[in-house]
């Protein structure tokens, strides 16, 4: 999942931040109802609804937990193999952790996919263990065949993750042995998301059989599957997308030397001297020292009720809430950190405190349009 979404903060494991999409309330609710109104009463028969409820709650709450182990794992292989992590969120469909850079090799791509189908198959063995153990001991049925749930949930939720599918676990494998073969990232990359096409467009097509066949838990495939469709295609794209601006810094696409909004001036006088200048959306605003001080567009300017006795200080949206780079800093890097990435906002570029220029999101399009034709960039390194 991509993450215009906004997720709830968790805290930190291991340094990195934990959040969760409200709709990871629904999973629970969700699971815990399969395994409160059609696992339990088979397994256990003869309790309350509301045991049975406590306990379906708690096994999903407990699959939950095993979800973000599944991450975790993914995220603390990345990190012990020098790829940097961002964030884990856990919503509807699972859990996604984000990578701040792509793994440089085959194998490095490889062990952080592996990781997480491995951790759940752990868990779910470790589940079964003691499933099995607190049968032996004469356990109560209704504390037993949640256990038994977990491990087999866990189970399956390994196998699952292992088919052959961008954006699946299996996709990332299949991408590195494609890579690892032919030495061409981009060909792995390919072929994962065709897989996760075709295999998206296969569980829609079987989730919508069950629907018609009445059974509602079909909707949960086709969910799936439209989600498995959508990202396989993103992720090409994003794929294309590093490809393609590859070694390029903020300074190649940037707009240099960008017309300024002096600071101390007002508003109103500001608007009358556009209204005879280039036509410029979004200006940087600098103190009279020069330093840079944030960032205003034609819009908010506008829409400035006392135009007279407003200042352009006072207008503009300041750093450091406003996004900012440096002119020599790969653009790779600012689209993982800025707006820009979700095609929004402008990230003021600055050097020493001083404005060298603006990067929009249409500065990337032309770049990513123009790296179609023509090789954009001059710092490929030769060696
Ligand atoms: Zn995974």
Known sequence: MNTGVR????????????????STLVAVIVIGQVVAVSVLPREAPGQSSAVYWTAGVLAALAFMASLLCHELAHALTANRLGVGVRRIDLWLLGGVSQLSSSPAT???????????PGTSALIGALAFGTGTALAAWGAPAVVVSPVVWLAVANGVLAVFNLVPAAPLDGGRVL???????????RRGAKAAAFAGRAFGTLLVAFGLMQVFAGLLTGLWLV??????????????????????????????????????????????????????????RVFPVVAFDGAAVGVVSLA???????PLNTRIADACRALPDVPTAAPDEPLLD????????QRRGVVLVVR???????????DVAWALELARAVPLGRHEVTS
Do not use: K, N
Not at 106 to 116: D, K, Q, T
Not at 175 to 185: K, L, P, S, Y
Not at 352 to 362: K, S
């Open 175 to 185: 991408a590195a042995a494609v890579w690892w073969r032919t030495g061409d990232e």
């Open 300 to 306: 908010e300017l506008v829409g400035v009720r006392e």
């Open 7 to 22: 997720s709830i903060p968790l805290g930190r494991v291991c340094g990195i931040p934990v959040g969760a999409h409200w």
């Open 352 to 362: 020493d405190g001083h404005v060298e220029g603006l990067v929009g999101p249409q």
């Open 334 to 341: 600012v689209l993982g950190r800025t707006p820009l990435g």
């Open 223 to 280: 969910l799936m599957g439209v989600y498995l469709t959508v990202s396989s295609s993103a992720e090409q794209s994003a794929g294309e997308t590093r490809h393609r601006l590859g070694t390029l810094l903020v300074r190649d696409v940037m707009v240099p030397d960008p017309q300024i909004a002096p600071g101390w001036w007002t508003v109103q006088a500001f608007l009358h001297d556009l209204a005879s200048g280039p036509h410029s």
């Open 106 to 116: 085959p194998r490095i791509e490889f062990l952080i996919s592996v990781a997480g």
